[in-house]
C-alpha cells in the first residue's frame, strides 16, 4: 500500500512522523513524508519518501501546530494571518500530493482543514494522525488557548470556539480547493464526523476524553525514527562522564528574544541549584560554557535525556513525550499555544514539582523548581514508572493496524 503522511510545523510536529513512517515501511508499504522543505534531509535519512510543501515561506499551519525556526518572532496573530494568506498554496500542494497515487493519506492536525477537503477530492481514504487533542471536551479546555479549565460546560463551549477559529483561519484556502475539486461542503462535513483519528500519545498522560465521538482513539506515542548515521559529540560524551549526571536545559524552536539575557538567568538558576547543566542551543541560541555547564546543538532527545537528572524545556509535545520515555524529571517552562497543556499534565502526573511560565520565570524560581526535582526522589520514582508503562504501549503499531484494516 502507498501512505501518503503530511504534517507541518516545527521539528518536534514532523519528527514523529518519521517513526510512524518507518514502522509503515517495515510492514512492507510504501512511504511518502509531505511537508515542509527544510525537513528532506531528515525525511530522506530515515529511508522514507519526501514530497515538499511550500509552507516555509510564513508561519505555522494552524492553531495545532507550534511555532517554526522561520516564524519564531511573529506573534500569534500574525501567524495566523500568514497562514490565511498562504493557504491556497499550501492546498494546491496539498491537494497535488494527495493525486500522486496514494492509497491512503494520514494528515496531522495541522493541515486537517485542507487534507480532508483534498482526500475527498480525489475519493482518497483519510484518517487523522494527530499529537494533541483537540476535539471539543468537557474534560480541559482547548489544549491551544492557554486556559485554566473552565469546568465542563466552559470546557466545550470553548472547544468548538476554538474549533470555528480553525474553520474561520481556513476557509479561503478551503473554498478554493473546494471549487478545483468540485467538492460540497456537505461532503466535507460527512468526511470530519467520520474520519478516524488517532492520537500519537500515551492514554497514561491523557486519558480519551468520555465525550469524544467514536473513531477518535489515544494510542500511544509513535517516537522519531532513530537516525542510523548519528554518533555523540566526543564533547559531549566526555562532559557527562566528568560529574554527576546535568540538568537538560532546551526550548526546541522558541524564539526567546534576548538569548544573552535568558542564558544568563538560566546560567545563575543552575548555580543557585548547585547542578551541572547541558543546555541546547536551539532556535533561542543560548551558548553558555563554564567547567559545570555544556552548550551543545541538535541531539537526539532518546540518546541524551536517559543520562540527566532532569529537563528543563518549553514543554512542546515532542519535548514533552521524550523526558517521559526517558524517566526523568521534568521543569516545564511553557512559553505558547499548547505547551501550558502539557505542563499541567506534567504537574498532575507528578513527575514536575510544577510549570514556570516564561514571563514570570526568575533565576530564583527556577533554580528552587530544579532543586526539588533532582533531590526529591519521589518525581524521578513517578518518572520512571510511567516511562516503563509508556514502554510497552506501542501507537504506531496499532496506527499500521488500522492502515492494513483499510481504515
Given amino acids: 500500500m502507498r501512505v501518503l503522511i503530511a504534517s507541518a510545523g516545527s521539528h518536534g510536529d514532523v519528527a514523529p512522523y518519521t517513526g510512524l513512517g518507518t514502522r509503515l515501511m517495515t510492514a512492507g508499504h510504501e512511504v511518502v513524508v509531505a511537508t515542509h522543505e527544510r525537513s528532506a534531509a531528515l525525511i530522506r535519512r530515515c529511508g522514507l519518501g519526501f514530497l515538499p510543501l511550500p509552507l516555509d515561506q510564513g508561519a505555522t499551519t494552524g492553531p495545532g501546530a507550534r511555532h517554526s525556526p522561520a516564524t519564531a518572532r511573529l506573534s500569534v496573530t500574525e501567524q495566523f494571518r500568514v497562514v490565511r494568506d498562504l493557504g491556497p498554496v499550501m492546498a494546491e500542494a496539498l491537494a497535488d500530493a494527495c493525486a500522486s497515487g496514494a492509497d491512503i493519506l494520514l494528515f496531522s492536525s495541522a493541515l486537517a ?3 480532508l477537503v483534498a482526500a475527498a477530492g480525489v475519493g482518497l481514504p483519510s484518517s487523522g494522525v494527530f ?5 471539543p471536551t468537557r474534560e480541559f479546555p482547548p489544549v491551544v488557548s492557554g486556559l485554566p479549565s473552565l469546568g465542563p460546560v466552559g470546557n466545550r463551549a470553548a472547544g468548538h470556539c476554538a474549533q470555528s477559529l ?3 483561519l481556513y476557509a479561503p484556502a478551503v473554498r478554493h480547493l473546494r471549487r478545483r475539486l468540485h467538492v460540497t461542503a456537505h461532503a466535507v462535513r460527512r468526511r470530519r464526523a467520520a474520519s478516524p483519528v488517532y492520537h500519537g500519545f500515551s492514554p497514561r498522560v491523557v486519558p480519551r476524553p468520555a465525550d469524544w465521538r467514536p473513531g477518535m482513539d489515544v494510542v500511544g506515542y509513535w517516537w522519531p ?4 548515521d548519528w ?3 566526543p564533547q559531549l560524551v566526555d562532559f557527562l562522564r566528568s560529574g554527576p549526571p546535568p540538568v537538560y536545559v532546551g526550548f526546541g524552536s522558541m524564539n526567546l528574544g534576548d538569548a544573552e539575557g535568558f542564558g544568563s538567568l538560566v546560567a545563575r538558576a543552575l548555580r543557585l541549584a548547585g547542578v551541572r547543566g547541558v543546555v541546547q542551543a536551539g532556535q533561542a541560541a543560548l551558548s553558555l560554557h563554564s567547567d559545570d555547564v555544556l552548550t551543545i546543538g541538535q541531539v537526539p532527545h532518546a540518546e541524551l535525556f536517559p543520562q540527566v ?10 519535548t514533552t513525550a521524550a ?3 526517558a524517566g526523568v524529571p521534568a521543569v516545564p517552562v511553557p512559553v505558547m499555544l499548547d505547551q501550558p497543556f502539557w505542563a499541567s499534565r506534567l504537574t498532575a502526573l507528578g513527575v514536575s514539582p510544577g510549570a514556570l511560565p516564561l514571563r514570570r520565570l526568575s533565576a530564583e524560581r527556577l533554580a528552587e523548581a530544579v532543586r526539588h526535582a533532582v533531590r526529591d526522589p519521589r518525581y524521578r520514582h513517578r518518572a520512571q514508572r510511567l516511562s516503563a508503562l509508556i514502554a510497552a504501549e506501542d501507537g504506531a503499531g496499532q496506527v499500521l493496524a488500522a492502515v492494513e484494516r483499510g481504515r
Fill in 225 to 228: 525514527a532513530e537516525e542510523p
Fill in 166 to 168: 480553525l474553520i474561520h
Fill in 113 to 115: 482543514p485542507l487534507a
Fill in 309 to 318: 537528572a532532569a529537563v528543563i524545556h518549553h514543554a512542546g509535545a515532542g
Fill in 323 to 325: 523526558g517521559l520515555r
Fill in 131 to 135: 499529537l494533541q487533542p483537540l476535539a
Fill in 231 to 233: 554518533t555523540p559529540d
